[in-house]
């Protein structure tokens, strides 16, 4: 059991007899603006780089520097990332949303027209990221249809000033502030 926030006691099951339908739980936290990640690493079995789009991201701690992301468990992907030594999470600017759909993609090269360079433990860097942050996995979570993955970070760098791809309410975009 754990405690709610308003003090009634529940148990993390509970929430599938919310009555919380998907769709409405999809569409409330819709309006909750993120910024967009690729998690890269070079696939071990193929010797090539692969990875996915993300936009549940976060920095954990300071001290050991640990970041978060979620991956699905219908991720295809994920099992051929998480045996490479490293990971780099980059940090996507406004003008890859063609980068983001190919690596949201299903299966097939991902890397297909994707520029990228190596971080210093040869994760793939993509070209134009705004930063990248190179990390390995120290623990993984499950979380419902989800899997929260905590990884320590090795090496970090900015690359470009510019503005973040954003996911807001389905879509894409930039901030216009």
């Given at each position: 059991?754990?405690?709610?926030?308003?003090?009634?006691?529940?148990?993390?099951?509970?929430?599938?007899?919310?009555?919380?339908?998907?769709?409405?739980f999809?569409?409330?936290?819709?309006?909750?603006?993120?910024?967009?990640?690729?998690?890269?690493?070079?696939?071990?079995?193929?010797?090539?780089?692969?990875?996915?789009a993300?936009?549940?991201?976060?920095?954990?701690?300071?001290?050991?520097?640990?970041?978060?992301?979620?991956?699905?468990?219908?991720?295809?992907?994920?099992?051929?990332?998480?045996?490479?030594?490293?990971?780099?999470?980059?940090?996507?600017?406004?003008?890859?949303?063609?980068?983001?759909?190919?690596?949201?993609?299903?299966?097939?090269?991902?890397?297909?027209?994707?520029?990228?360079?190596?971080?210093?433990?040869?994760?793939?860097v993509?070209?134009?990221?705004?930063?990248?942050?190179?990390?390995?996995?120290?623990?993984?979570?499950?979380?419902?249809?989800?899997?929260?993955?905590?990884?320590?970070?090795?090496?970090?760098?900015?690359?470009?000033d510019?503005?973040?791809?954003?996911?807001?309410?389905?879509?894409?975009?930039?901030?216009?502030?």
């Amino acid at each position: 059991m754990h405690r709610s926030p308003n003090g009634s006691s529940a148990s993390p099951a509970d929430g599938a007899a919310t009555g919380i339908d998907s769709a409405r739980f999809r569409s409330v936290l819709s309006r909750f603006a993120t910024g967009v990640v690729a998690i890269t690493g070079i696939d071990a079995d193929a010797g090539r780089p692969t990875g996915l789009a993300a936009n549940s991201f976060t920095s954990v701690s300071l001290n050991p520097p640990l970041v978060a992301f979620c991956v699905a468990h219908t991720s295809t992907t994920w099992p051929r990332l998480r045996s490479a030594p490293r990971l780099c999470v980059n940090i996507l600017g406004e003008g890859q949303l063609e980068v983001c759909r190919k690596l949201a993609a299903k299966g097939g090269d991902k890397f297909a027209g994707i520029g990228w360079s190596t971080s210093p433990s040869g994760g793939p860097v993509i070209d134009g990221a705004l930063a990248w942050i190179e990390c390995s996995v120290e623990d993984e979570h499950v979380a419902g249809d989800h899997m929260i993955v905590v990884a320590r970070v090795h090496h970090l760098d900015k690359l470009h000033d510019g503005e973040p791809l954003l996911f807001y309410n389905g879509g894409y975009g930039r901030f216009d502030g």
